[in-house]
């Protein structure tokens, strides 16, 4: 029976009463010049109105009511579920490094003069023996030249003396010259003899200094902004480099740990262990690049308790750079075969961690947990055995014992229709 059904009803009623009323009174119920009603029928009108009134809000309200279901419980909660996996999960050790250059050159002039080329380019990779720097060639080249001359020169007088102390020699076995004359011929031939391994000396020299007035790059690395041009005036070994040039490939990451966990990272490179490391980004959230420990440093810094290491990347893709901060994670153990679950299904309150296990009659139960190693997004669970189902999340709704519904998961948008 709906609402108009119960009105019309009602209607009717009312209309049957009046009817009635008019009739048994002999129509002055509502005649104002009738005689007066007696009181008992008076009583009998407003009865009878009270019991119209009566029945028409039971069948109105009646109507708009909603018999509850025989048998209905408490409404089950929707909820997203996760399910426990058996695997392997790293323990690692957390540190802040620093990417730092395994080299970092800066380039001076070992010769004085002016600048009369710059053939690198600002922030460009260079690689050995590329050109970088040029400078005015000339006095170097006329140094070499006066060089060449001078050994030349004392070339032509040691042929000379050698000849004269040849002659001499046969004079001498003839009694045609004295013993003193020989020895002073043989002196001189031994004087052009040092003369010209000098003259070899100052030309190899000037050799030298002219090859200095050519800068090539010494590693392959990335120069730095340019700090000289073309006319500059450059001292040799002065302070002010011409350019600076970084290693980036490969590259390292110095970091510190917890004297706390020195004992088991020594343990594990004593044990000849290889140890990994992650580099990720500021926020933590990225990996970078993984690498290798390198180098340990010889003891701890007592000022800060921490421990210096040293991990090489090769940084093919450059994804670090030169005193670029990152998060660094050692990977120090791993613990293999054991019960994995995500974080986003672990709960806390004052007595530890725990989870809502689902059950087969779509309930769930709290369940205690230990949480061991975490790994990103998952964590070493205890107390809970691969394949067990538990709620990932509506947690401010759950109880133990609550009724939950299996909320459906939407197929991937590419999923075939």
Avoid: W
């Avoid at 029945?55 to 025989?70: C, D, E, F, I, M």
């Avoid at 006329?142 to 001499?168: I, P, S, Y």
């Avoid at 075969?337 to 806390?348: D, F, G, M, V």
């Amino acid at each position: 029976m709906n609402n108009s059904t119960n009105g019309e009803t009602s209607q009717t009623l009312m209309e049957s009463i009046l009817r009635v009323e008019r009739t048994g009174i002999g129509g002055h119920l509502f005649n104002t010049a009738a005689p007066k009603l007696s009181h008992r029928r008076r009583l009998f009108v407003i009865l009878a109105i009270l019991i119209a009134g009566a029945v028409t809000a039971y069948l109105y309200l009646g109507s708009g009511t909603k018999q509850p279901t025989r048998g209905s419980g408490p409404a089950a909660f929707p909820i997203s579920t996760a399910t426990a996996t058996s695997g392997d999960i790293g323990v690692y050790v957390k540190a802040l490094g620093t990417v730092t250059p395994l080299k970092t050159v800066s380039i001076t002039a070992r010769v004085s003069g002016q600048i009369a080329n710059v053939q690198y380019q600002e922030g460009k990779v260079v690689h050995v023996g590329d050109a970088l720097v040029d400078i005015d060639p000339a006095p170097y080249q006329a140094a070499v030249t006066q060089a060449e001359g001078q050994l030349a020169r004392d070339q032509a007088q040691l042929q000379l003396a050698k000849v004269n102390l040849e002659r001499d020699s046969n004079l001498l076995q003839k009694g045609a010259i004295s013993k003193q004359e020989f020895d002073t011929q043989t002196a001189n031939n031994g004087l052009f003899e040092g003369a010209i391994k000098l003259d070899q000396g100052n030309l190899d020299q000037a050799k030298v200094n002219l090859a200095f007035c050519h800068i090539t790059s010494p590693i392959d690395g990335r120069v730095g902004l340019r700090l000289v041009d073309v006319g500059n005036n450059v001292a040799a070994n002065a302070t002010t480099p011409l350019v600076v040039i970084t290693q980036l490939q490969p590259i390292s990451v110095e970091f510190n740990v917890a004297e706390d966990s020195v004992s088991e990272i020594m343990r594990a490179i004593g044990g000849g262990r290889q140890l990994e490391v992650d580099a990720y980004d500021r926020a933590d959230q990225k990996k970078l690049a993984t690498g290798k420990v390198e180098a340990v440093n010889s003891q701890i810094d007592t000022t800060t308790g921490t421990l210096k290491l040293r991990a090489t990347f090769l940084n093919d893709d450059g994804s670090l750079f030169p005193n670029q901060f990152v998060n660094v994670r050692l990977l120090v153990d791993t613990h293999k075969a054991i019960t994995l679950l995500p974080n986003s299904a672990i709960q806390r309150n004052d007595s530890g961690a725990f989870v809502y296990l689902v059950q087969p009659n779509q309930t769930v139960a709290v369940k205690t947990i230990t949480v061991g190693t975490t790994d990103s997004n998952v964590s070493e669970v205890q107390g809970l055995d691969p394949g067990a189902v538990v709620a990932a999340d509506s947690f401010n709704r759950l109880t133990d014992g609550a009724k939950i519904a299996l909320r459906q998961v939407p197929p991937p948008s590419n999923a075939p229709k």
